[in-house]
């Protein structure tokens, strides 16, 4: 059964509005997870590290104030995308990857289209 | 910073036929990752390569890490129309927050 599960899987919505995503480990207690973010036909590219109780690390050029995240409990980060743009849509994806398993799990990805 | 380069980046071949898809990656690390995806979808954990020499096989896959040349290679075996898919390998960082770093990801399509 699915480890992470984000949610909701496919949004569409306006552009100037602000979208959601939730991302829950659902078998493991997560102090770290991560966002991704995929454009069509290209790689991951990490975006932030949510931090329980902590604020996220955002990788250079990503803007802070458009995508917020929370990670207040060890099971659940949201990833909002502020006042979306057709340019933010995107593939969007959280991860897990709880030590020592050394392995990573992804959600099932959220698929973002703003008109 | 970690940069993680991948090799061929689209890859068309005939049922049957082996062929070998190449990752290198820049600095030191101790975990590296092979993940499948297919269109539309999450990605799909293939192997997961801790060590020096380490070769993991699971069907037609095969993977193995050198650690000291920074390279790991997805050799693929007799390759069946199903293995079609877009394949990444990535490299966890050592430093600096132990981020997973994708590379560019290989294209594969097996042709019937």
């Known amino acids: 059964g699915a480890v992470v599960s984000q949610h909701p899987s496919w949004v569409i919505c306006k552009s100037g509005t602000s979208v959601k995503i939730e991302c829950r480990s659902l078998?493991?207690?997560?102090?770290?997870m991560f966002w991704y973010r995929q454009f069509p036909k290209q790689s991951l590219m990490l975006m932030a590290t949510s931090n329980e109780g902590s604020k996220a690390t955002y990788e250079q050029g990503v803007e802070k104030d458009k995508f917020l995240i929370n990670h207040a409990s060890l099971t659940l980060s949201t990833l909002t995308v502020t006042s979306a743009h057709p340019e933010d849509s995107s593939f969007y994806i959280c991860?897990?990857?709880?030590?020592?398993?050394?392995?990573?799990?992804f959600g099932a990805g959220t698929r973002l289209s703003v008109l | 910073e970690l940069k993680v380069e991948q090799n061929p980046l689209f890859l068309s071949m005939q049922e049957g036929k082996n062929y070998t898809i190449y990752c290198n990656y820049s600095?030191?690390?101790?975990?590296l990752y092979w993940y499948r995806q297919d269109p539309g979808k999450s990605l799909e954990s293939l192997f997961v390569?801790?060590?020096?020499?380490a070769v993991k096989q699971e069907g037609r896959l095969m993977a193995s890490l050198d650690t000291k040349a920074r390279l790991s290679t997805l050799h693929i075996t007799a390759a069946v129309h199903d293995l079609s898919a877009t394949y990444f390998c990535a490299v966890v960082t050592d430093t600096g927050g132990f981020k997973t770093i994708f590379g560019a990801g290989t294209r594969l399509f097996v042709k019937a």
């Open positions: 991860s897990v990857r709880p030590e020592p398993k050394n392995i990573q799990y």
């Open positions: 600095t030191t690390s101790d975990r």
């Open positions: 078998d493991f207690q997560a102090t770290t």
């Open positions: 390569l801790l060590s020096n020499g």
